[in-house]
């Protein structure tokens, strides 16, 4: 199947992390309490919350293809949930997901300009988590999350300088195998 073609398990494993952290914070919006303890009163508590955030989430999978493709499918979803739901958290799943997004685009973007065509909507999904996020109360929480994306986008920066530097086998794999 063309879909799945170059994944490795560990996209399998990032991805399922991501889809269960959405699943999680989307039960958490549906089942809160109207008195829930929260900086901003929920506006929704619709079950339809739990599939958006899944799909915001999924995009993940194919970073190694396209990240700056999968950065802007998660930022339209999140940004869709936000007119869509209102003041809802986001912040459980939707931040740590612009973190592995960051450390996608040291690792998988090319060129600097797409390196800042990603850190861009690394931002931007930042952005839309945070601008109605009911347990953060809004955009105050930039404050951590762009400098935690910093952090990662610098992890994958040099990550990837150590996997251009890595040797290249001097036997051909049919000698080897043979």
Not at 55 to 67: E, S, V
Not at 90 to 100: K, M, N, V, Y
Request: glycine residues 6%; aromatic residues 8%.
């Amino acid at each position: 199947m063309d879909i799945v073609k170059g994944l490795r398990p560990l996209d399998y494993v990032l991805t399922a992390v991501m889809v269960t952290l959405a699943t999680v914070s989307g039960l958490e919006n549906v089942n809160a309490a109207a008195d829930a303890d929260v900086a901003h009163a929920l506006d929704s508590h619709s079950v339809l919350i739990i599939p958006v955030f899944v799909i915001a989430a999924l995009p993940i999978l194919w970073r190694r293809r396209g990240i700056l493709a999968a950065i802007a499918v998660s930022v339209v979803v999140v940004a869709a949930s936000v007119s869509a739901f209102g003041w809802v958290t986001r912040c459980g799943f939707a931040l740590p997901l612009s973190l592995a997004m960051a450390y996608a685009v040291a690792r998988f973007a090319g060129t600097r300009s797409n390196h800042l065509i990603g850190l861009v909507g690394v931002l931007a999904l930042q952005f839309v988590t945070l601008v109605k996020d009911s347990s953060t109360g809004g955009l105050s929480a930039l404050a951590f999350s762009v400098p935690a994306a910093a952090v990662f986008y610098g992890i994958g920066v040099f990550v990837q300088s150590r996997a251009e530097q890595a040797p290249t086998p001097t036997l051909s794999v049919d000698y080897v195998h043979a």
